[in-house]
Nanobody, 127 residues
Framework: QVPLVESGGGLVQPGGSLRLSCVGSGGTLDYSAIGWFRQAPGKEREGVSCIESSDGSTYYVDSVKGRFIISRDNAKNTVYLQMNSLKPEDTGIYYC????????????????????WGPGTQVTVSS
């Protein structure tokens, strides 16, 4: 069973919006930190946003500040990434990854370093 599952990706025009979801398939999101990462074709994986469970602190890479919002719904065991004003450079596969011990670190982009991660969801921004 895949511990985390992403959904909500798709094709959207520039300027449009998407909301990604990351669901804990085991019925829980009992992690210290949950982050969103993306990888565009031919590029390295990039940390996009992260939320900490202890106090709800949120973090964003500079390129998405003011456009993306990360949030969580504990009752639904889900972390969301609301993506607004999308640009073609936001295109890529988006993954969520979670760690039970460490705090958010968007520079930590190797998914295998996390306790759990999902298979990813494709986001394509194109006219």
């Amino acid at each position: 069973q895949v511990p985390l599952v992403e959904s909500g990706g798709g094709l959207v025009q520039p300027g449009g919006s998407l909301r990604l979801s990351c669901v804990g398939s085991g019925g829980t999101l009992d992690y210290s930190a949950i982050g969103w990462f993306r990888q565009a074709p031919g590029k390295e994986r990039e940390g996009v946003s992260c939320i900490e469970s202890s106090d709800g602190s949120t973090y964003y890479v500079d390129s998405v500040k003011g456009r993306f919002i990360i949030s969580r719904d504990n009752a639904k065991n889900t972390v969301y990434l609301q993506m607004n004003s999308l640009k073609p450079e936001d295109t890529g596969i988006y993954y969520c990854a979670a760690d039970e011990r460490v705090r958010c670190d968007l520079t930590r982009t190797a998914l295998y370093e996390y306790d759990d991660w999902g298979p990813g969801t494709q986001v394509t921004v194109s006219s």
